[in-house]
């Protein structure tokens, strides 16, 4: 049965790939230069290049090279024809060769300002539901780790920023180009909200909102728009070199494909744990990579303890992990912060359909979903208790309407998010 790599070259004539290089990071500008004559400029490249320069306000970009490397991660990517996938996949310097994969933004399903007072008391609620105070006093902060955020940025000149919590910033370009000296910026307002979660600083009139605010954020403008496999490799692959033990994404594709397994794979092989949303349509879906065996998969309950009514959920035919997501967390009413001055310095997101919708799915014993943004919660001291099955077991809570029952999709898991 031929791949769908052989499948888009019979189809188109060329197609992108995803090398993985068999010598691993330490060769990997080395092996990539040996193997250059095996990728070509695809079709209409100086109108891609065109276009890219026109979006970032440029008067051109540098001359399209045939492959790019990222020698942090061991990749390579570009284009080939029939003849160069076969010389691909015949080098002993080439592990393996893939068709590139596309990804997309997880997007909130709805979002909007925060209502005065939402958060009245000293932390919101999702803090106090995963027991983030305990963890403070007893000094796990975050301080010292640095978190790797590919999402569409962040707003560096934000407050709750303030203090140096950005270690590093980098914007890729639509060509997947970093540019040169660029300032902390949020092509739009998802990133500046997850960055928030993730270690906002401060409070405000809805709260302490940050999981953990003596954290460092390493920060790429990776989505969406352009070339968007080659800005996140990029970004992905700066991140790796910045020293990041963690990397949140809010990326995916719809459903099961194995095309991503490549970046995790190298993301694990450096000691980078991969946290990644599940996805936001319903039970019995899923996006890749966050329904990996090898990825802390995450979804979302509300402030009832239950499972979202939106958050993805899915069984698989395989012994590692069969169920995703992981671990389930706030968010629905998410309260954070957004970019921009001119708009209010706080925002809910709510992950749900209405903003007072009851999620029709209960969380029982280890029930298993996670609020669909994976930075949400990120604290090293969770993260290992996560990753090692240490969640507390819940008694069932039941909605007001019928449990669905187990199965694919079922609401069925391991356990809530508890940081104690």
């Given at each position: 049965m031929p791949s769908k790599?052989?499948?888009?070259?019979?189809?188109?004539?060329?197609?992108?790939?995803?090398?993985?290089?068999?010598?691993?990071?330490?060769?990997?500008?080395?092996?990539?230069a040996q193997l250059a004559d095996s990728f070509i400029l695809p079709p209409q490249a100086e109108e891609m290049a065109a276009a890219a320069a026109e979006v970032a306000h440029l008067k051109a970009l540098p001359p399209t090279p045939r492959l790019k490397v990222y020698p942090n991660l061991g990749l390579a990517l570009g284009y080939v024809d029939g003849v160069g996938a076969a010389a691909l996949r015949a080098s002993a310097r080439v592990h393996s060769v893939d068709e590139a994969p596309e990804i997309s933004l997880i997007r909130p399903v709805w979002s909007g300002p925060a209502?005065?007072?939402?958060?009245?008391?000293?932390?919101?609620?999702?803090?106090?539901?995963?027991r983030a105070p305990e963890l403070w006093a007893r000094?796990?902060?975050?301080?010292?780790?640095?978190v790797a955020h590919l999402d569409t940025g962040v707003d560096g000149t934000h407050p709750a920023f303030g203090?140096?919590?950005?270690?590093?910033?980098?914007?890729?370009?639509?060509?997947g180009n970093i540019v040169p000296d660029a300032p902390a910026t949020d092509s739009g307002d998802h990133g500046t909200h997850?960055?928030?979660?993730?270690?906002g600083r401060g409070a405000g009139p809805t709260g302490r909102f940050g999981v953990a605010p003596d954290a460092l954020l390493v920060s790429a403008m990776v989505i969406e728009g352009g070339q968007v496999i080659d800005r996140?490799?990029?970004?992905?692959?700066?991140?790796?070199?910045q020293d990041v033990r963690i990397l949140s994404m809010s990326l995916g594709l719809r459903g099961y494909t194995s095309a991503f397994q490549t970046l995790i794979d190298a993301l694990r092989a450096r000691n980078v744990l991969p946290v990644i949303a599940v996805g936001n349509e319903g039970p019995n879906t899923s996006r890749s990579p966050g329904n990996y065996a090898n990825v802390l998969s995450v979804g979302a309950m509300d402030s009832a303890d239950h499972v979202a009514a939106f958050s993805g959920s899915q069984t698989f035919n395989r012994i590692d992990d069969p169920l995703v997501p992981?671990?389930?967390?706030?968010?629905?009413?998410?309260?954070?912060?957004?970019?921009?001055r001119r708009l209010r310095p706080h925002e809910r997101q709510l992950h749900g359909h209405a903003a007072r919708r009851r999620p029709r799915r209960p969380a029982g014993p280890g029930g298993a979903r996670r609020h669909r943004h994976p930075a949400r919660t990120r604290h090293p001291a969770i993260l290992r208790a996560a990753r090692y099955n240490a969640l507390r077991p819940r008694e069932p809570r039941r909605s007001r309407r019928r449990p669905r029952p187990p199965g694919p999709g079922g609401g069925r898991g391991r356990g809530r998010r508890d940081g104690r």
């Open positions: 790599l052989d499948e888009t070259l019979q189809a188109a004539g060329y197609a992108k790939v995803l090398v993985t290089l068999a010598d691993g990071a330490a060769t990997a500008l080395d092996d990539a209502e005065e007072g939402a958060a009245a008391a000293a932390e919101t609620w999702g803090l106090r539901r995963i000094g796990f902060t975050g301080a010292g780790v640095r203090g140096g919590a950005i270690a590093a910033f980098a914007e890729f370009d639509w060509a997850t960055a928030a979660t993730i270690l996140i490799l990029g970004g992905m692959d700066w991140a790796v070199g992981d671990l389930v967390a706030p968010g629905v009413d998410v309260v954070s912060r957004r970019s921009g």
